[in-house]
């Protein structure tokens, strides 16, 4: 998931006291609202900021009418959505008036078209701590065909649901690769026993996961262009910052502010304060970690968030560190850990952060240190430059397809000759059903975490960071998983990237498939073991 929307809040620093229409106006009183930003004749908004008299706001995109259209909604309860408003759409006999994210306070979200209430209705999917609900939805509940996970069990119930009640056959799949079916009324089995899934049922199961899975990627595909759309009101944003400053002394101060509560967020995470994902927006979560973290620190609570924040998490961050790889330290040092990290230009390689977490100095197999560029602990990416510049790197391709031969290397268990293996895309969510991770089948150890997973054209489609915990599934369901493995989807990676105005290669549209010796080889020559001193 693309997290790049920011919270632009537009103070008088960025547009002149003009109150009429049309052009940038400060503050506008319109019906319902104060608003800042571009409007027409008519008093009718184009783009800005609304703040609303009950405490809610809403930043994006108008309607020809005036309405609010693609956009960030919060929510006096500091909820959000991401999402575009006063459409009229219907879904299987559904109707709905919204589509987008919804954030909750508590860092649960559901995706999914909305009512006026902005219920969920039509298709969507509820994620919360433990698990999701995905599949038809009427005022929040599941109702028509739908999956419950619960990561507790390990388990995706499959069903057809009145009121998020199971009532039909239900398909249960385990995590351990079991797979039982039982009739169901009201939540009840009302089989004595469970039978294996199967024949019939096998292909009943397979055309619920197909229209799941239709459904979801056309809801996200709607999401994507929401994004897109946000994307452009940041242009605009600084466009309009560019156009202030060269005729005014006035600051960039909406911009700016948005850029300061990502980096809060991110120095924050680092530190351990949870306040879900670092995504510019200073909704409660973000408040009460910050207060949090001044209350921890004896400094005045109620401030800004500005740079003076900025540098006393820095200053926080530095001391817990022990991870200070630009500076001399002493060689008495052990290896405490290895990973495998990938080049995607002739300097700069990718890994993952738990690679190098709390490391006092990094290296390669030949002993070079390896420096830090950048860290980003909540989505588990970091950036390491080399001194040593590598002649074959890796291009960028596009996110992993459900079923594509996928090919992983590695360094395992700190051997110091890759491992190379290959195998399938088994799902396009992650862990506790995060849409910025997918889940593959090729084989990977301790050691493989930072590795490149490529297709069959050698491209990146994602970085290897984590396999399922065996043992814990043995001892809770008494039979081993086989090939549960999780990677990072490349947006994470290529955004992490052009923020810090990395050069990498993306691959080209068309491009003939390799053998996989000519991967192997690829991989062989692009990919390094990292040393972690400690």
């Known amino acids: 998931m693309k997290i790049r929307i920011l919270l632009f809040l537009i103070s008088f620093n960025l547009f002149s006291q003009n109150t009429d229409c049309p052009g940038y106006v400060f503050d506008k009183q319109l019906e ?47 909820a959000y959505i991401i999402g575009e408003f ?80 199971a009532n039909g056959i239900v398909y249960s799949e385990y995590d351990d690769g079991q797979s039982i079916q039982n009739q169901y009324i009201n939540d009840e089995a009302i089989g004595a026993n469970s039978i294996p899934i199967e024949g019939v049922a096998d292909d009943q199961l397979a055309e619920i996961k197909k229209f799941l899975n239709l459904n979801y990627a056309e809801l996200m595909e709607k999401i994507s262009n929401i994004e897109s759309a946000m994307d452009d ?120 952060a738990h690679v190098i977490n709390d490391c006092a100095y990094l290296t390669n197999s030949q002993n070079n240190n390896l420096n830090i560029v950048t860290v980003d602990k909540l989505n ?23 079923g594509e031969l996928v090919y992983v290397a590695g360094f395992p268990y700190s051997f110091d000759t890759l491992n190379f293996t290959n195998g399938a895309v088994s799902a396009l969510v992650g862990l506790e059903k995060n849409i910025t991770q997918f889940q593959f089948t090729a084989p990977i150890q301790p050691g493989n975490s930072g590795g490149p997973i490529l297709n069959n054209s050698g491209n990146l489609i994602g970085v290897a960071f984590a396999r399922i915990d065996d043992m814990s599934i043995y001892e809770n369901t008494g039979s081993l998983p086989q090939n549960i493995n999780y990677g990072i989807k490349l947006d994470l990676i290529r955004d992490t990237l052009i923020e810090y105005d990395i050069l990498y290669s993306q691959a080209r549209r068309f491009q003939a498939k390799l053998s996989q010796e000519d991967i192997a080889q690829l991989a062989k020559d692009s990919t390094i073991l990292i040393n972690c001193f400690k």
């Open 32 to 78: 319902e609202y104060k608003f800042t930003g571009q409007c027409t004749e008519g008093d009718l908004p184009v783009w800005g900021v609304a703040n609303y008299d009950n405490g809610a706001s809403f930043q994006g995109f108008f309607n020809s009418e005036g309405s609010i259209s693609k956009g960030i909604l919060t929510l006096t309860s500091g």
């Open 86 to 165: 006063n459409i009229s759409g219907e879904f299987l006999g559904s109707k709905y008036s919204a589509v987008g994210r919804f954030v909750f306070s508590d860092g649960g979200y559901a995706e999914s078209y909305f009512d006026d209430n902005l219920l969920t209705v039509g298709f969507g999917i509820i994620s919360y701590d433990g698990g999701y609900h995905m599949g038809m939805f009427s005022d929040d509940l599941l109702n028509g065909v739908g999956v419950k996970r619960n990561d507790t069990q390990g388990a995706s119930h499959f069903s057809t649901w009145i009121n998020s009640k």
């Open 233 to 352: 009101f940041i242009v605009l944003i600084d466009e309009a910052d560019a156009q202030i400053e060269a005729t005014t002394t006035r600051s960039k101060f909406a911009s700016k502010r948005s850029l300061i509560v990502k980096s809060a967020q991110e120095l924050l995470t680092v530190l351990g304060y949870k306040l879900g994902k670092a995504d510019g927006i200073l909704g409660p979560l973000t408040i009460s970690a910050i207060e949090a973290f001044r209350q921890d620190q004896d400094l005045l609570t109620g401030l800004p968030v500005d740079e003076k924040l900025l540098v006393e998490l820095q200053k926080q961050v530095r001391k817990e560190s022990n991870a200070e790889n630009n500076n001399p330290v002493s060689r008495e040092l052990s290896i405490g850990g290895t990973g495998t990290g990938f080049f995607i230009n002739e300097e700069i390689l990718v890994t993952n």
């Open 380 to 402: 588990d990416i970091a950036l390491l430059k080399s001194p040593v510049l590598s002649k074959n790197y890796i291009h960028l391709d596009n996110d992993p397809e459900l």
